[in-house]
């Protein structure tokens, strides 16, 4: 059933570190060997061996609306004849920052670079050189990409493969990073207490999607919102799964808690390599060519990128009914698991958000890392490949979010239920 899979992996491991060039690919944490894709439409992949996949991973968050939508890939295909990189200004970048800014309307400056990571990474320094403080709050589980101030605690690939402390990442950069529990604020308030105008920033994924899909209590974001006036901190939203997801104005806008910074990456490109940060102007001025905190790159801003991404959020800026279809899908979803699980008999937890959801094999509830790490990950093992087994590709890792695309119809979500309670009498 995987043989032209498992041939392929056998020769990407001569030439590729582990086969695969992000580590959660490689399945090592669910064991077996990772599916190589051969194409994708609507919701559903396809492999190497003629399989085909309803899928929950939509590239980790990006295909919202479906692979090769056909408004995307047209507007890619024209685009290409007139050069991919210029390296130079273009009006489409333009044209992008205003869209940006039209469905985030508190993103008064807007910056394009290539990934999540540069997104996050870019907006620290930028928080750093604004405030002149060096030490940072993330949060336990959140995952920021993988510059080396953001690699501690950091949920994601780390928490998959249990990696605690990652070498190469030095005490100098990582004594910087202050960590605390996603949803405590008292913590929180006393790590600005122990460290007072040493703190330039407080970054956190408004709905967390890297230790599974963990929802902010309420009240969490609005006391992080109070403690950053308080204290001079800027508050910076990375929604790199959450932006254009949640709703057209993100996180922000769903949750109605606003942030200084923003980060994007994902659905902002449409499947190309993007992110960006924005947000007040203020702060958006510091960096170059208007002041001194510097960011650049080659590619930021590339025409093919920026003609996907501009494409997909129109699209989505244009019909926003999509948020309320993937919101019902998500809920129908929900139920059937819920359902099935329960008749199953075994602790499970069921944490959705819009179109994010995750389920964990668990008799308390998961709020933030150590809560979904002391999940049953054994079982969500075998239930990963029970369900690959009946062609339903869930996220590999028992620390990740499933992403909903709107491609999806109540028959494939049937499917789907239905393949859960199959797998789990197969498992249990
Ligand atoms: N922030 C969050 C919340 C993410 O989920 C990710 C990637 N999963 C990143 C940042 C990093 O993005 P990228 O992989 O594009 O560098």
Not at 122 to 141: M, V
């Amino acid at each position: 059933m995987y043989n032209n899979s498992k041939s392929l992996f056998e020769r990407a491991q001569q030439s590729i570190p582990g086969g695969v060039n992000s580590p959660v690919r490689a399945f090592k944490s669910v064991g077996g060997t990772p599916v190589f894709m051969k194409k994708a439409k609507g919701a559903y992949m396809f492999d190497e061996d003629g399989n085909r996949y309803i899928d929950y991973i939509a590239s980790w968050g990006p295909m919202i609306l479906g692979h090769a939508h056909p408004a995307v890939v047209k507007a890619i295909q024209e685009k290409a004849a007139d050069s991919t990189s210029f390296g130079a200004p273009t009006e489409l970048e333009i044209e992008m920052a205003e869209l940006i800014r039209s469905m985030a309307p508190n993103v008064d400056l807007v910056r394009m670079v290539s990934s999540g990571t540069e997104a996050c990474m870019s907006a620290l320094r930028l928080a750093r050189g604004y405030t002149g403080r060096n030490k940072f709050i993330k949060f336990e589980g959140c995952y920021h990409g993988h510059a080396d101030s953001f690699l501690v605690k950091a949920g994601s690939g780390l928490a998959t493969f249990n990696i605690q402390t990652v070498p190469g990442v030095t005490g100098g950069v990582s004594n910087d990073t202050l960590t605390c529990a996603y949803n405590d604020l008292q913590a929180v308030e006393q790590l600005t207490e122990e460290h007072p105008d040493q703190i330039a920033a407080i970054i956190v994924e408004p709905v967390a999607g890297n230790m599974g899909c963990i929802l902010p209590a309420p009240g969490f974001l609005e006391g992080l919102r109070s403690i950053c006036d308080k204290k001079g901190i800027v508050l910076i939203f990375d929604e790199v799964m959450t932006g254009f997801r949640l709703a057209a104005g993100g996180a922000q806008q769903k949750l109605n808690v606003d942030a200084d910074l923003v980060t994007y990456g994902k659905v902002i490109g449409g499947g190309m390599p993007v992110g960006a940060f924005g947000g007040k102007r203020a702060i958006m001025e510091k960096i170059a060519p208007l002041g001194s905190v510097y960011q650049a790159g080659t590619l930021s801003g590339n025409p093919i990128a920026m003609i996907a991404g501009y494409t997909l959020l129109t699209e989505l800026k244009n019909n926003p009914g999509i948020y309320t279809e993937l919101e019902q899908k998500t809920a129908y979803l929900h139920t059937g698991l819920q359902q099935v699980l329960e008749a199953a008999g075994k602790p499970f937890v069921i944490n959705r958000f819009g179109s994010m959801i995750s389920v964990h094999f668990s008799d308390h509830a998961v709020t933030d890392f150590t809560t979904a790490a002391t999940a049953d990950i054994e079982l969500f093992k075998k239930y990963f490949h029970a369900m690959l087994k009946r062609g339903i590709y869930l996220p590999p890792s028992a620390f990740e979010s499933w992403f909903l695309n709107n491609a999806l119809t109540t028959e494939d979500l049937d499917v789907t239920i239905k393949a859960t309670k199959e797998s789990l009498e197969e498992i249990l």
